[in-house]
């Protein structure tokens, strides 16, 4: 059974390294036109019909004809240049491919076929003289949120009927990230106090750990915090001050079922909504759980956070239940942000924020575009309206 398998595979990687071979300089056309002009001569033979003898003349020239069209010096060398590797979306993308001729001979002209995601992008090659070379600048909008491969450049000589073709790949390929609009949102200050790898607020306490200034006593304030030695020098009690630190876990989950959502745009905003609080949290220093489905990530800056979400895309096998995931991943968590589109009934997020701990804060935003927004307070959770990305700080500064 072994032995069967293995031949098995062998006929099958010989085939197609011989098919690779057929096909690697003369087309499936060249080879087409060789079969009828072999074919005509045969029958000519046989019949004796001069128009068989003229299709027989006709395909042959044609393909001497592509044979020597396709002949020329094509000793290439390329690079590809581009000035950024991460975008937004709707930003210019340039790409400068420079081909340049290495050796001592000019070269023929030819085609230059450059990949671009799923389209390609083709253009003229000229005749280049020794050590001579060509900037081609390829300009395109970065349309929608995307991991995008450019390239590999791939040079092409051949003749007008595409019978014969010559093709070098000339370049590896580049990979460019298409990240999700986001916006700067105000200072996130939840989380557990007095905590020694917190970040400092600008509220103002009487106990914590870093040390702020001196106020008056006031009846009621804990004689512990006194500071003696000022208050011998002012001949006043004197209250030792405290700015608050505060450390916030943060977790991020977006919901990818794209039954939560009524159009593609609807998902959109939401990715969006989830990049923005995520870059300004790890912008602050603040540990981030990512989760979109079945990806489980804590980014260590912002920038491989929006990395990882231009590659989110919608998926029907996400758990609806978003709760059950993330705390699988995320249990300690003292802020629960959950994105969702706007069919993700109230019920459902309900059920979903009674799992969370209750020493934790929870926010969901639902995403719904050309609604105003609006803010909704729950036992359990704070749920939020987002019509528009651009309201996202205004409810983020109303919720801090």
């Known amino acids: 059974m072994r032995r069967r ?39 000519f033979l046989m019949l004796g019909w001069h128009e068989l003898l003229a299709m027989a003349v006709a395909f042959t020239a044609m393909m001497i004809c592509a044979v020597v069209l396709s002949l020329g010096n094509t000793t290439f060398n390329a690079t590809i240049d581009m000035s950024r590797l991460r975008v937004t979306v709707s930003d210019e993308v340039a790409v400068n491919v420079c081909v340049n001729n290495p050796g001592r001979t000019p070269t023929a002209s030819a085609r230059g076929d450059l990949p671009i995601g799923d389209n390609h992008e083709r253009f003229t090659i000229p005749m280049l003289a020794a050590g001579q070379s060509r900037i081609t600048t ?68 009487d106990d914590d750990l870093d040390f702020h200034g001196l106020r008056e006593y006031a009846p009621g304030d804990d004689v512990r915090n006194i500071h003696w030695l000022s ?34 745009q609807e998902f959109e905003l939401a990715v969006s909504v989830h990049a923005s609080i995520g870059v300004q949290c790890l912008q602050q220093d603040r540990p981030v759980t990512a989760h979109a489905g079945i990806n489980h990530t804590t980014p260590s800056n912002p920038t491989e956070f929006l990395d990882d979400c231009s590659s989110i895309d919608p998926d029907i096998d996400d758990n609806p239940n978003l709760a059950q995931d993330t705390l699988a991943h995320a249990r300690d968590a003292s802020f629960y942000f959950f994105t969702v589109g706007s069919l993700k009934t109230i019920g459902i997020i309900k059920r979903m924020a009674l799992a969370l701990p209750h020493s934790a804060t929870c926010v969901v935003l639902q995403t719904a575009p050309g609604q105003p927004r609006a803010i909704r307070h729950y036992p359990d959770f704070i749920l939020v309206t987002v019509g528009d990305l651009d309201d996202l700080p205004i409810i983020m500064g109303a919720l801090v």
Request: hydrophobic letters at 40%; proline letters at 6%.
């Open 231 to 264: 208050s011998a020098k002012t001949g006043t009690l004197m209250i030792r001050q405290y700015e608050a630190t505060r450390r916030t876990n943060t977790s991020l989950t977006i919901s990818m079922n794209p039954h939560d959502y009524a159009h593609p």
């Open 5 to 43: 398998t293995a031949t098995v595979r062998t006929l099958r990687r010989i085939r197609h390294r011989a098919k690779r071979l057929l096909t690697s300089y003369i087309s499936v056309p060249g080879w087409t036109v060789i079969a009828l002009a072999i074919i005509s001569a045969t029958a």
């Open 138 to 205: 390829v300009e395109f909008t970065a349309v929608s949120r995307d991991i995008l491969s450019i390239g590999p450049l791939s040079i092409r000589r051949g003749d007008p009927f595409g019978l014969v073709r010559r093709e070098r790949r000339l370049t590896e390929q580049i990979t460019v990230f298409i990240h999700p609009r986001t916006v700067a949102l105000n200072t996130l200050s939840a989380g557990v106090p007095r905590d020694l790898e917190g970040q400092p607020s600008n509220e103002i306490v």
